[in-house]
């Protein structure tokens, strides 16, 4: 099983700031790599797969990019309603796909 | 507009089987680019990948849990229903549905999930 590990686990930034979440899969998955959105109480929501293509509806300012084992998920010009978890998933291992374990995004 | 909602009991007693349904609507279940998958969260934990199913007899489960779990497909009522044996406290979680899409109408490894289920959530207590 290809074993997903995010950081940080948790942080804190002020609008307007840019924050980075990296996600390492424990061998190569190329490119495979999907990020996700989930708000408090809330279901998650597709921000990027393919590692880099922005879903349709999600703004310019998340990015994302990385390829084999070390990937990165970049919010420019921090919200408010950015504040939840973010989650790394692979899906190189197509049946057998899973995800890194969240970080949470607090708002100051 | 595509939505997906799960359905079943809130809670079960230790060793009883859970059976939750998807019902899907605003996209076929017999497009092979289109299954579905399941996923639970436990309270304050991360998100688990439990299986999924394409209406091509695919279907892949979850490691840890390829003996206790069934994922089916009822295309003719848009329903995928999953089945889960020997129910324990550890269990305990909110199950999602969501629409599993792929890049091909086959086995591909670009795929991803958009949208999900609201959620529901199984208490296993006795």
């Known amino acids: 099983e290809i074993q997903m590990t995010q950081s940080p686990s948790s942080l804190s930034a002020a609008v307007g700031d840019t924050v980075a979440i990296t996600c390492r899969a424990s061998q190569s998955i190329s490119r495979y790599l999907n990020w996700y959105q989930q708000r408090p109480g809330k279901a998650p929501t597709l921000l990027l797969y393919d590692a880099h293509t922005l879903q349709g509806g999600v703004p310019s300012r998340f990015s994302g990019s990385g390829s084999g084992t070390d990937f990165t998920l970049t919010i420019s010009n921090l919200q408010p309603e950015d504040f939840g978890t973010y989650y790394c998933q692979q899906t190189y291992a197509s049946a057998f796909l899973t995800f890194g374990g969240g970080t949470h995004v607090e708002i100051k | 507009q595509v939505t997906l909602k799960e359905s079943g009991p809130v809670l079960v007693k230790p060793t009883e089987t859970l059976t939750l349904t998807c019902s899907v609507s605003g996209f076929s279940l017999t497009n092979p680019r289109m299954g579905v998958s399941w996923i639970r969260q436990p309270p304050g934990k991360a998100l688990e990948w439990l299986g999924y199913?394409?209406?091509?007899?695919?279907?892949a489960y979850a490691t840890s849990l390829t003996t206790r779990l069934t994922i089916s497909m009822d295309t003719s009522s848009s329903q995928v229903v999953l089945t889960m044996t020997n129910m324990d406290p550890v269990d305990t979680a909110t199950y999602y549905c969501a629409r599993h899409l792929r890049a091909v109408a086959g086995p591909s490894r670009y795929s991803w999930f958009d949208p999900w289920g609201q959620g529901t959530r199984v208490t296993v207590s006795s």
């Open positions: 199913i394409f209406s091509t007899d695919e279907k």
